[in-house]
């Protein structure tokens, strides 16, 4: 053979190996992607859409036409992204895992710049725009939480809603909605249903800690949920881990009637690992004579 036609074949089979290799490590990458749009479902393109891994960008690019976006990284670990465009709200996911080999999809829904939507996930199983949900709904997220040390001062102010207590803080509380009885609300807890047989649910003792928020859905809504759904749905969320390191939280309040709330937290995440535990001591005298309550809550919550 000439060896003007072996360099020839060296050089097509240096090629094709080099062709190989570049295939085997975009096959061994893990694929993040999904769709951009704004709360009417309409897409959203040139949103810039980056990659954060501990703290850090670790790649950036920009939704289609069709308002989609992918990455394709060699990296494992912790993920969150961040988007933002003109006339909207810079949006923060949640954090999540993505192994070398997984295919990741995080749909993204933004907000305008002058409006706060909340973003509901019951029923519809992913992220869901209020504007695109059949019923109304009402959302306590971690801010107006944090502010209170019990679910029935929050529950209070929402539309459509009345609730009776018993006596002082911590007395037996029920949930009327709407007109309907207080044992037509299902209480779900992480999608699991909570409370007594008969669909009884004493709000009274329901502390704030280890939840992240609330989402309240007023009208019938057995079609989803059963029947024990005739007047409302009440969905507590737990929180997650989302640091790379273990973190360690207290805060303490302090005010009349010897009232005092201690709260401990511990949270992080392990490789697919997240895990987070809670503690909390509230005591209050009231403000009368032998109603003194004092309540322990503790919430753990790990997934993988």
Known sequence: MPLRSIRRVFSAAKTLAIFSLLVAAVAQAASIRGVVTDSSGAKVSGATVSLFSNGQVVAATVSGADGSYQFLTGMEGRFFLVVSAP?????ETPGFYAGRLDNIERNLVMEPA??????????????????????ATSVLGQQELDLRYDLVS????????YVVQAGQLGAQSSLFVRGGASDANLVLVDGVKAGDMGGRFDFGALSTTG????????????????????????????????????SLLFHGDLGNFTTFRDE????????????????????????????EFHLATTAANVGW
């Open 87 to 91: 006339s909207f709200r810079q949006l």
């Open 114 to 135: 002058w409006v706060h939507e909340s973003i509901v996930v019951t029923a519809t199983g992913t992220p869901t725009p209020q504007p695109q949900t059949g019923a």
């Open 154 to 161: 929050a529950l209070r102010l929402m539309p459509g809603t």
């Open 211 to 246: 939840v992240e928020r609330t989402e309240v859905y007023r009208g019938a809504n057995s079609g989803l949920y059963g029947a024990d759904a005739a007047s409302s749905v009440v969905s507590v969320t737990t929180p997650h881990g989302t640091t790379h390191f273990p």
């Open 264 to 291: 401990l937290e511990a949270a992080g995440t392990r490789n697919k690992l997240d895990y987070l535990g809670v503690f909390s001591w509230l005591q209050t005298d009231n403000n009368l004579p032998n109603s």
